[in-house]
């Protein structure tokens, strides 16, 4: 159901970057489960270039049971723009939830105005898919903006609507991350770097996903395949889970 949009992002990532393979740690890029109602496959991939230090998604079919696109981009740390987060979810074709977003690090008002604001007005060409709806497991205060892309919707509006937003989304992050002016002080680099690790932290721990990875894949494939791939950069607390 997502692999239009894998595709137009693979696309996408090739006609504007570098690209170079980033080494996913062995057993994680790929595995198979027979454990539920449909054979579930899940698969990553993951990329650097000059200007991002880790570009990777994953694609999770469970053919009816579940269709899942989800993905972090992270800049290099001579850059303090946001993250791309995507999450596009779609459980027994029932259940569909898409989430599209700048992740902001910081929460000032220097950073809201250069990289917040400027989503406003290609946000405001899809407020059908920024419905409001309360988070349970993340605050909505932290690492997402206000013009973030949240919906529960249905496959007909995926194909029609959200498939729109993603490339207007993913071109507009693109074009951003080119024209942004590196700066290689230490000392603002080391904040984003700290700011990158903190939201791997905060996301391994309130990830929504640990369960389903392990009623696929077991606990152990889940830890590992959250904290050595999806949030590496977060440390994971004794007895966590
Ligand atoms: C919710 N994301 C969810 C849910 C799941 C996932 C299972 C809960 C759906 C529900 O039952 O309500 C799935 N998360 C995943 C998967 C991966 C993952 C499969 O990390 C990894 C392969 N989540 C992100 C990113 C964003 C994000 C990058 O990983 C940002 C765009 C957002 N996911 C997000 C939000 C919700 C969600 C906002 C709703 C959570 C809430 O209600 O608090």
Redesign the pocket.
């Known amino acids: 159901m997502y692999k239009p949009f894998q595709k137009y992002l693979e696309q996408a990532l090739s006609d504007n970057f570098e690209l170079t393979s980033k080494a996913i740690p062995e057993g994680l890029d790929r595995n198979v489960s027979e454990r539920g109602r449909n054979p579930a496959t ?1 698969q ?1 991939w993951c990329y650097e270039s000059p200007e991002m230090r880790k570009m990777r998604y ?1 694609y ?1 079919d469970a053919g009816d049971s579940a269709q ?1 696109f ?3 981009l992270y800049p290099k740390p001579c850059y303090g723009a946001p ?5 596009f ?1 779609s ?1 027994n074709k029932k ?1 569909i ?1 898409v ?3 700048f ?1 902001p690090l910081f929460r000032d008002e220097e950073y809201t105005a250069k990289y917040v604001e400027p989503m406003r007005e290609m946000y405001e060409r899809y407020d059908d898919l920024a419905q409001n ?8 205060n932290q ?2 903006s206000k013009y ?1 892309l ?1 919906a529960k919707t249905d496959e007909e509006t995926v194909a029609s609507r959200v498939l729109p937003a993603f490339q207007d989304y993913v071109q507009s992050y693109f074009a951003m991350i080119k024209q942004a002016e590196p700066n290689h002080d230490p000392a603002a680099m080391a904040r984003i770097v700290q700011a990158q690790k903190d939201y791997d932290q905060y ?1 391994a721990e ?4 640990h ?3 392990t009623s696929y894949f077991g606990a152990e494939w889940a830890d590992r ?2 904290y050595e791939f ?2 590496e950069d977060a440390v994971q607390l004794a007895a966590s889970h």
Request: no cysteine.
């Open positions: 899940i990553s994953t999770i899942v989800n993905g972090v993250v791309l987060g995507i999450d979810l459980f259940k939830l989430v599209l977003d992740q709806l309360g988070m349970k497991f993340y605050d909505a690492y997402f973030l949240f996301s309130r990830d929504p996903a369960g389903l990875f395949f959250l999806l949030f």
